[in-house]
């Protein structure tokens, strides 16, 4: 049985507490009455520390009396150990329990692991089998905390919280051991800033919102009315509770949908978006992409959306993965808001409250840059050094032209040219990337100079391409030292793409981690992330010095890692997310 000590009065904790604030590192863990900090309850607080019974904390006793002095407990220098601490982070500042200090996470640093022959899982079960070759069960997690204790639950609660203490000494060895102390440095930092996130969540405005789904009903009813001529009129099915209608050809369906279009002359061996750029000016093609991007809006966004509104707070409180993806990068869910298309339309519905403004920041080619730094190529280097625009520059030297020539399409066109070449895409990929992405029309035979001037007038690039190309090695770093491997039949675009990719997350994880110490005595909240993009939430008076502070952290975020070049990001202050 497990060493533990209940506390269910103010005098009890008081008699533990100086014991407690000394300690050097504690395993910390909750349990709740659900999974929402909103409007679910903390129920137990169990803190683990060396040598002594674990202190587990009846929150239903305790609070709100006891907030401050858990606060002192958990605000001392020491190191925190949880797992999936933001969960953690979340549920304690709802009754507004504070924390600081640093945070060593297991769950994080297990997943910087899986590179290096760590568990595909990162569940505090897989971790103690993986690690400790010890079973641990997790039966008591779903069961009721809401009611009386039992002591399976206490032995269950303390049990948790004494293996992090374990699994902390063995995952730091296996990140010292695979030099993963800077990038786990960087994921332990971010994780307040991400738990912040989460739980200030960002608002909506419904009346935009609902006005944008009517307009989008609209325009796909509008799209299938044009296509009824080829895929058949709607008939009316009668049926015993309701009619039905059906259709010559399920609009939806892509067999259906691609014989229609052989039939009307359009030559096409799928129904891609891809495969029909080249028949994008004909009615039929028109009219279906637009019942798709309709469709597509409406089931992916407008519908399910508004639903996740949470009802106590107003607002949508997207969760973020950390490491959503093997080079680094987040992702997002519930709801996916860096998914939310960047037209106008979708994003003026995202909006600060009345006396509030938002504050967008993002970082200028942050990932030419990284390609820049990664390569070494000097002629990017010195050209960002010198305040040139990179695209102009490429276009420069794909067309052969004076730079202070180059026209706005010419440099549009370079965008495709910058994005697709420094990644490995070929002359056929370039083409139809360039048509696709940017609406820049190019010839084979356009693409394949494009291609070949690129890479003489950037020498550096070639260079490390070239090298990639020769080794193919199975392990790549970011520039923070962030582990991938590849197997030996990998490609050679993600070995090109994950370093770069990863390097630009790991910066701003960096820029994150530092805004969260800037802003914590602040009303200014952390709204949204997006990739290369921040967006903070402050009062109305305080935008401009917000968006200075921003563009400055996001910068000195960049530095550390960009050493041979300027680091720029770009801020704007707006009432909605479309004023960027």
Known sequence: MSDWLLIERMDQLQNISASLRSARVMGVDTETTGLDPHTDRLRLIQIAVEGSATVIFDCFSLLPEAAEEISLILSTPS????????????????????????????????????????????????????????????????????????????????????????????????????????????????????????????????????????????TEEEALSELYPFIGYPAVQLGFFENHYSYGNNVNSNKQILKMLNENGIEVKNTSKHSLAEYDNHPIVVSLLKYRHASKALTSFLYSIPKQINKSTGRLHPQYRQMGAWSGRMSCGGPNIQQIPRQKAFRQCFTAPQGRKLVIADYSQIELRVIAQVSGDSRMIEAYNNGEDLHRLTASLVLQKQINLITKQERQAAKAVNFGLVFGMGSEGLKTYAKETYGVEMSQAEAEVFKKRFFEGYKGLEAWHSKIKQKKPLVSRTLAGRKHTYSRDSGLSGRYNTPIQGTAADILKNALGMLYKKLRDTNTLIAAVVHDEIVLECDEERAEETALLLTETMEEAGRVYLKDLPVIAEASIASNWAGK
């Open 79 to 218: 190191v925190k150990v949880l797992q999936n601490a933001k969960f953690d982070l979340k549920f304690l500042w709802s009754e507004n329990i504070a924390v600081e200090g640093w945070i060593f996470d297991t769950m994080l640093a297990a997943r910087l692991l899986r590179t290096s022959g760590g568990p595909k899982s990162a569940s505090l079960a897989s971790l103690s089998q993986h690690y400790l070759n010890r079973y641990l069960s997790k039966e008591e997690q779903k069961s009721n905390f809401t009611s009386d204790l039992r002591s399976s639950q206490l032995v269950y609660a303390a049990k948790d919280a004494e293996i992090l203490l374990e699994l902390r000494k063995l995952l730091l060895e296996e990140l010292k051991k695979n030099l993963l102390i800077e990038a786990a440095r960087l994921e332990f930092s971010c994780v307040y800033a991400v738990a912040s996130m989460e739980f200030s969540g960002i608002y909506l405005d419904m009346d935009k919102w609902t006005l944008l789904l009517e307009e989008t009903k609209k």
